[in-house]
C-alpha cells in the first residue's frame, strides 16, 4: 500500500515539473519585448527539482 502511494506520489511530481517547464516554455513565447531571463531560469530550476523529486520518490521496481 506505501509502496503505490509513492508511485502515485512520484507521478504527481513528475506532472508538476512538465507543466511547469510547459508553462514557462510557452509563456516566454508569448512575451512582449525582451524576456525576462530571472523567472524562466527560476522556472526551469524549480521544474528540474520537482522532476527530481519525483524520481526519487518513485520506489525502484522489485525483483520477484
Avoid: C, H, Q
Avoid at 513528475?14 to 509563456?27: N, Q
Avoid at 521544474?47 to 526519487?56: D, H, Q, R, S
Wanted: no cysteine; aromatic share 8%.
Amino acid at each position: 500500500m506505501n509502496r503505490e502511494r509513492r508511485k502515485e506520489a512520484g507521478k504527481v511530481f513528475l506532472d508538476l515539473s512538465k507543466y511547469l517547464a510547459t508553462t514557462v516554455a510557452i509563456g516566454s513565447l508569448f512575451v512582449k519585448g525582451s524576456i525576462e531571463w530571472l523567472p524562466v531560469i527560476l522556472g526551469g530550476l524549480l521544474a528540474v527539482a520537482l522532476f527530481v523529486v519525483g524520481i526519487k520518490t518513485i520506489p525502484p521496481d522489485r525483483e520477484d
